[in-house]
């Protein structure tokens, strides 16, 4: 997927059932700017819709302004929860799953106003240097931006919404 990022429009962060809350579980040392846009990488978020059917271990949202234009995130399924919401056993779930644990594999997920990708299982560390680049490298991908995404400090980002 190639998007422009002067013109994706803002995402309905509700219409997507696992989109992450973009004020849950922010890491303000993790603030990057990537071309014009601005990355923030969250740590555990909740999902914006209040449905506890995903477990989000790191998300980033991608604003232009003060508008979110994209969200890339890893997320397992919840088996749990999805047993109680379909109303099917658990065991039925991680034998579908092919797993023994509570939660599917992780996956990594692009959110756009009309589309959420399926990346695929991640399969990287999950170290937060390792977190850091895959997102970043999607971000940049997605908007074909070829500079080094750079890092903000947190007062650069509340000095930026000042202005």
Known sequence: MLLDPKTQPAIDALIWHS???????????????????????LKNPASKSGEDLVNIPYSMIVKRGKKVILAVSLEQEDLRSLSYKLGCSLR???????????FAELRGYVYTNQVREDLGPYEGGM???????????????????????????AEDEVAGKAH
Do not use: M
């Open 92 to 102: 039925e779930l991680q034998e579908d799953y092919h797993t023994k644990g509570n």
């Open 19 to 41: 989109f992450p809350d973009e004020k849950d579980g922010i890491l303000a040392d993790e603030i990057w700017k990537c071309g014009t846009l601005v990355c923030t990488i």
């Open 127 to 153: 170290d937060l240097q390792s977190i850091r680049v895959f997102l970043l490298e999607t971000v940049c991908d997605t908007f074909d931006i070829l500079s080094e995404p750079v890092q903000l400090q």
